[in-house]
């Protein structure tokens, strides 16, 4: 299929590099999943051609994945070593990196005051989503179950997830270092841009891929009347 006729759900998370280039748009993957690429960003007013072109250009058909031909089990052992292994080494230096900041730039208008607070309980909500997921529903997911509750129920987080993006958006203005920013600065902001890339592709991938009853009947694994 032409890149621009694909569902964004599929841009953002099959080629390499391309949510970053999304989010430079303020495109929202995760809520405008099904959207095509062409048609989101003639929404969003953007240069169709441009955008397409810098996509294309870091897409390498050999590492592009047609994530509806993976099972299951593999696509949830793609998302626990790719995601919820990557969020544990994440959210640790961060926490260290916000804190430092917070406390020699604190005098700063820019300081992004109580950041290291609320990624601590990014950390700790993350920890007990991704733990519902691997003790629970990942199991009933792979032995070829369609627990449609439990699936309502981590969707919701991860709404709640998207909502703390937008408040770590908003404390640290976008993610834009100010003038004369400090390497620590520097490297809190990069490695933020790098925990939300991928915890946005993380939710996509589940809400679009795993978490739909086709996958599961066309597994062989289940019938459709366990939804």
Known sequence: MEMLQRPLCEVATSVPGASGILREFNIN?????DVTLEQALKACGADVQEVSGKIRSVADETNIKDW???????????????????????????????????????????????????????KADLENHMQKEEQILFPM??????????????????????????????????????????????NLYLGLTELINDLMEHITLENYF??????????????????
């Open 29 to 33: 993957f995760c809520a405008q999943g």
């Open 68 to 122: 509806s031909e993976y099972s299951s089990k593999e696509l949830i052992s793609y998302i626990l070593e790719r995601f919820h292994e990557r969020h544990r080494q994440q959210l640790p230096e961060l926490i260290m990196l916000a804190t430092k900041v917070e406390r020699v730039h604190g005098d700063s208008p820019a300081c992004p005051q109580g950041l290291s607070a609320l990624l601590r309980d990014v």
């Open 141 to 186: 997911l792979a032995g070829g179950m369609y627990p449609g509750g439990p699936i309502s129920v981590m969707q919701g987080e991860h709404d709640d997830h998207l909502q703390t993006i937008a408040d770590i958006l908003r404390i640290t203005n976008e993610l834009q270092l100010p003038s004369g920013g400090c390497t620590s600065w520097r």
């Open 210 to 227: 795993l978490f739909v009853p086709e996958r599961q009947v066309r597994d062989g694994s289940c019938c459709g009347c366990c939804q």
